[in-house]
Nanobody, 127 residues
Framework: QVQLVESGGGLVQVGGSLRLSCEVS????????MGWFRQAPGKEREFIAG????????YYADFVKGRFTISRDKAETTVYLQMNSLKPEDTAVYFC????????????????????WGQGTQVTVSS
């Protein structure tokens, strides 16, 4: 059984940084796409960034370009989301997800394309 466990969330001031981690266990997901999503209170879940383990695909939502960076470790067990220059509107629960989509599909941005989800980690940015 695949498990995704996020960590690294917390309370940070405006302009600060956090690094989220998503640890994968249960099976190898080398053929999967990995994505980070977030959901703020009263809002729909939205795509933030994603990659393929092979490293040949990464994709960012426009609102995080230049501030957030997605990466993975070589062991293909952990995906990271480095978040800099945080804003109050970045406050949300952050989720990682894994999707079994063909490699040529790149990085899907719809949450319906993802098969496994973590429990989420809260990020709060105070002004």
């Amino acid at each position: 059984q695949v498990q995704l466990v996020e960590s690294g969330g917390g309370l940070v001031q405006v302009g600060g940084s956090l690094r989220l981690s998503c640890e994968v266990s249960g099976r190898t997901l080398s053929s999967y796409a990995m994505g980070w999503f977030r959901q703020a209170p009263g809002k729909e879940r939205e795509f933030i960034a994603g990659l393929r383990w092979s490293g040949d695909w990464t994709y960012y939502a426009d609102f995080v370009k230049g501030r957030f960076t997605i990466s993975r470790d070589k062991a293909e067990t952990t995906v990271y989301l480095q978040m800099n220059s945080l804003k109050p509107e970045d406050t949300a629960v952050y989720f990682c997800a894994a999707g079994n989509v063909p490699r040529g599909y790149g990085v899907p941005r719809s949450d319906s394309d993802y098969d496994y989800w973590g429990q989420g980690t809260q990020v709060t940015v105070s002004s």
